[in-house]
């Protein structure tokens, strides 16, 4: 169970921000100027602050004035003097997914050119992830070169074929040595099948 929400927390402050007497309980000298921010939590670990606001407190009755209810004047003194910034760790979520994003995107990029890298010096044991389309719909299986020449290249073909991703993982899992049926495809025939996606990756061991 993912739990998430949002959540409220009262920022530290500086005794600069002191902003005078009471008007409730007329305490001297208790108010004082705090930054108030709301944020997105996921297993209560910060996503992203949505907003913040001004309040004040009194030190004393803990009446609590939102920036709704400060007089303007008072607010621009108190935006004057400087509150407090939200801290990095209230980002922390949208940085980090940010970073995974990034990670992911590197990754993608080093694969696509490991596969253009074997593709254009082929070699005796690839495996080559196969996606067509038949009819509509998907077929997915392996080819493992069998020989390589200047012009062509040999695979032998699975035994076995699957219709989805996770039917395919499967047959990667338990089939992965059952090969029989010869094909031969140009260097040219080959590169088609890249270009129309139908080489999704090459394994190397």
Not at 73 to 79: C, G, V
Not at 132 to 140: A, L
Request: net charge neutral; charged share 25%; with cysteine.
């Amino acid at each position: 169970m993912i739990i998430f929400g949002t959540k409220t927390k009262l920022l530290s402050n500086s005794p600069e921000n002191f902003l005078g007497d009471c008007d409730y309980c007329h305490t001297p000298k208790s108010v004082f100027a705090h930054k108030e921010v709301s944020y997105f939590h996921i297993f209560w670990i910060p996503i992203f602050p949505y907003r913040s606001k001004i309040i004040t407190i009194c030190g004393h009755c803990k009446r609590v004035n939102s920036q709704s209810d400060i007089n303007p004047q008072t607010l621009n003194e108190i935006r004057a003097k400087g509150m407090p910034k939200i801290p990095k760790r209230y980002f922390f979520g949208i940085i980090l997914i940010a970073l995974l994003f990034l990670a992911i995107i590197i990754v993608g990029i080093f694969s696509l050119s490991k596969t253009d890298a074997y593709l254009d010096d082929p070699k005796i044991g690839d495996v080559y992830k196969i996606e067509m389309n038949e009819s509509g719909r998907s077929i997915y299986t392996l080819y493992r070169v069998a020989d390589v020449t200047a012009d062509s290249i040999t695979f032998l073909m699975n035994d076995y074929e699957a219709t989805d991703r996770k039917s395919f993982r499967k047959l990667q899992e338990q089939h992965a040595d059952n090969y029989s049926e010869k094909i031969v495809l140009s260097r040219a025939e080959v590169l088609e099948l890249y270009e129309e996606n139908q080489i999704s990756s090459i394994k190397r061991d």
